[in-house]
């Protein structure tokens, strides 16, 4: 017997179609997953689709269950929640999040799936990669009690740093962005928030993730002297200018990469255990106010286009997959 599904595939960059797919029966160690919601965000899967991941970066960014190659046909994508149709019976009926491309059904191996607990809502649930950039960037930023944190660039994955150090007992924790806007994702968020020129510097630890050179500047500018400056931002293609010949040396700066690829080293928790723990922070309803829209499968291929140039203003956008 055989089941039938849709996929998103990006055809050529800057346009996508969903594809008709045929599904078997899973096999010993898998299970048949029926998708109810899948993210975007406007960070990396707009590079991808515009078609501007490097060659140099092609196996680096690899989604655990792309098909095809860069720059395309490729399918793409990595934020899905879904409910298990058939697999073990601890798994039967279970949400569950996985590392999924944008597909209405899909079989997987069962270790590949981990399930969503019961007072996570579905639509957050998608969240749980970028929480889980977040909490990989803070395993190496290593924040203390009482810390000086800015975070620069309130997009998904700053943002999901702020939400999770707004917890940290006495941090003086700001939000940094162009956007005035994001004020009020920043209160929502239990931080501070300043526009660049008015930032609080003397950090003791700066997040950087706004994907640009200027956030980068100021990032160094804010952090105090010995302080360390945590690179989140996804450049794709695009050349990153650093002023490295003003005061990085004498006031002995570092800039540090960080990504979700790797968990530093003595930290001693698998990568199933960061998953987890991320789905766990998303009990927490402050991470609603990243779901910033919804709109159902079939659009996908409208929506991507209006993401990636911004007239669709986003920071998750939340794709909606019929109830059969």
Known sequence: MSSDAYAFWITEPG??????????EPGLDEVLVRTLHTGVSRGTETLVFSGRVPESQWSAMRAPFQEGDFP????YGYLNVGRVEQGPPELLGRTVFSLYTHQSRFIAPETAVTVVPDDVPAARAVLAGTVETAVNALWDARPMVGDRVAVVGGGMVGGCAAAILARFPGVRLQLVDVDAGRAELAARLGAGFATPDEALGDCDLVIHASATSAGLKRSLEL??????????SWYGDKQVSVPLG??????RLTIRGSQVGGIVPGRR???????????ELLKDERFDAFVTGHSPFAELPEVLPRLTDGSLRALCHVIDYPEE
């Open 15 to 24: 346009r996508g179609e969903i594809r008709p797919v045929t599904l078997g």
């Open 72 to 75: 395309a046909p490729v399918k």
């Open 223 to 232: 952090v105090a002297a010995e302080g360390t400056v945590v690179e989140l």
């Open 246 to 251: 003003e005061f990085f040396h004498s006031r």
């Open 269 to 279: 928790r698998s990568y199933a255990d960061r998953l987890a723990l991320s789905l």
